[in-house]
């Protein structure tokens, strides 16, 4: 054997003892626990609505490192085409369900109660309860939501309304917010039937309001930066095409408009909150500070906002 082959040998078992050392460490590996004096912290998403639907607060809190994000609380054993499955009922560890949240508004106070919304159902106890929640089923994929169960609170435009919340481990956090007014809309010039061509005069008005978003679907979307006085637009109904009809088999559809008038810490909160910060932690990995817009004592929001929905039939063309 030459002395090329000899280096060859030694480079081949060198490597192959590297490897199964690697191997090895692998099998034994354990783990660094990492730890860190962390106490959790709130965070808090509230809307007050001025309309027919419920206001609602939703808590949660951050976890510790040591902590996962649910627990099994409970299992259930389902058969199926002879098959055994467990089922295991799971309970996130970020919401709490124990706080007491109180919303006031200088005069009155109205106490908000937890509600499980994967839990509610059409029965005589909470029928009520469920139509009323409308689009909150499913919030942000929470398990607890907090609303007023006697429906008493009516929360009304241009005026402050405050939260306090309160958990059994001792944490607090306030939180105000100043309603925008209700949305006027001249609706007289609105026909109860249009027609594709047809020019469409909205004339609205609201006051107090940081961030309004008009949506009229195929034909209009837009936002402003904010306004105190009578504005009026003008949208084109133009047909956009086969695909709008392809789920109606009549000649007619619906045209609605959507108009929301949002205060400053939903703008705040939602518009104005600096992109690159977000940039820095998502992809960079250098971490972001909670942020808050309303709220004190906690990250998060308490906002407030108005909603005006204006419907009419179109009469579709050919």
Same mark, same amino acid.
């Given at each position: 054997?030459?002395?090329?082959?000899?280096?060859?040998?030694?480079?081949?078992?060198?490597?192959?003892?590297?490897?199964?050392?690697?191997?090895?460490?692998?099998?034994?590996?354990?783990?660094?626990?990492?730890?860190?004096?962390?106490?959790?912290?709130?965070?808090?998403?509230?809307?007050? @609505? $001025?309309?027919?639907?419920?206001?609602?607060?939703?808590?949660?809190?951050?976890?510790?490192?040591?902590?996962? +994000? *649910?627990?099994?609380?409970?299992?259930? %054993?389902?058969?199926?085409?002879?098959?055994?499955?467990? $089922?295991?009922? /799971?309970?996130?560890?970020?919401?709490?369900?124990?706080?007491?949240?109180? $919303?006031?508004?200088?005069?009155?106070?109205?106490?908000?109660?937890?509600?499980?919304?994967?839990?509610?159902?059409?029965?005589? +106890?909470?029928?009520?309860?469920?139509? /009323?929640? =409308?689009?909150?089923?499913?919030?942000?994929?929470?398990? $607890?939501?907090?609303?007023?169960?006697?429906?008493?609170? /009516?929360?009304?435009?241009?005026?402050?309304?405050?939260? +306090?919340?309160? %958990?059994?481990? =001792?944490?607090?956090?306030?939180?105000?917010?100043?309603?925008?007014?209700?949305?006027?809309?001249?609706?007289?010039?609105?026909?109860? %039937?249009?027609?594709?061509?047809?020019?469409?005069?909205?004339?609205? @008005?609201?006051?107090?309001?940081?961030?309004?978003?008009?949506?009229?679907?195929?034909?209009?979307?837009?936002?402003? @930066?904010?306004?105190?006085?009578?504005?009026?637009?003008?949208?084109?109904?133009?047909?956009? =095409?086969?695909?709008?009809?392809?789920?109606?088999?009549?000649?007619?559809?619906?045209?609605?408009?959507?108009?929301?008038?949002?205060? +400053?810490?939903?703008?705040?909160?939602?518009?104005? @909150?600096?992109?690159?910060?977000?940039?820095? *932690?998502?992809?960079?990995?250098?971490?972001?500070? =909670?942020?808050?817009?309303?709220?004190?004592?906690?990250?998060?929001?308490?906002?407030?906002?108005?909603?005006?929905?204006?419907?009419?039939?179109?009469?579709?063309?050919?």
């Amino acid at each position: 054997m030459n002395s090329k082959n000899i280096l060859v040998s030694k480079i081949l078992c060198l490597f192959i003892s590297i490897t199964l050392l690697m191997i090895s460490d692998c099998f034994n590996y354990k783990p660094e626990e990492v730890t860190a004096d962390y106490e959790p912290e709130l965070l808090i998403a509230g809307f007050i @609505r $001025v309309d027919t639907m419920p206001s609602f607060v939703v808590v949660n809190r951050t976890l510790r490192l040591d902590e996962t +994000e *649910s627990v099994v609380v409970d299992t259930d %054993t389902v058969y199926w085409n002879g098959y055994r499955y467990t $089922v295991y009922k /799971k309970k996130s560890t970020w919401d709490v369900d124990s706080a007491e949240v109180i $919303v006031y508004d200088g005069d009155k106070n109205y106490r908000f109660n937890p509600l499980c919304i994967d839990e509610l159902r059409y029965d005589k +106890e909470d029928s009520l309860i469920y139509e /009323k929640l =409308g689009d909150l089923k499913g919030f942000y994929s929470v398990d $607890v939501v907090y609303v007023d169960t006697t429906f008493n609170f /009516k929360p009304e435009g241009n005026k402050t309304y405050y939260l +306090e919340v309160k %958990t059994k481990d =001792g944490k607090i956090a306030t939180g105000q917010t100043t309603t925008p007014s209700e949305i006027y809309v001249d609706e007289s010039l609105i026909p109860d %039937t249009l027609y594709y061509g047809d020019v469409v005069k909205l004339k609205f @008005r609201v006051k107090n309001a940081s961030y309004v978003e008009i949506d009229a679907g195929f034909y209009y979307y837009a936002t402003y @930066r904010p306004f105190n006085s009578d504005t009026t637009i003008n949208i084109l109904l133009k047909d956009p =095409g086969y695909d709008i009809y392809s789920y109606s088999s009549t000649d007619t559809i619906y045209f609605d408009i959507s108009i929301f008038a949002y205060d +400053e810490n939903y703008y705040k909160y939602f518009i104005e @909150r600096p992109i690159n910060d977000l940039f820095v *932690s998502l992809f960079l990995g250098e971490g972001q500070p =909670g942020y808050s817009a309303g709220v004190e004592g906690s990250y998060g929001f308490f906002a407030s906002y108005s909603c005006k929905f204006v419907l009419r039939t179109l009469i579709k063309s050919y």
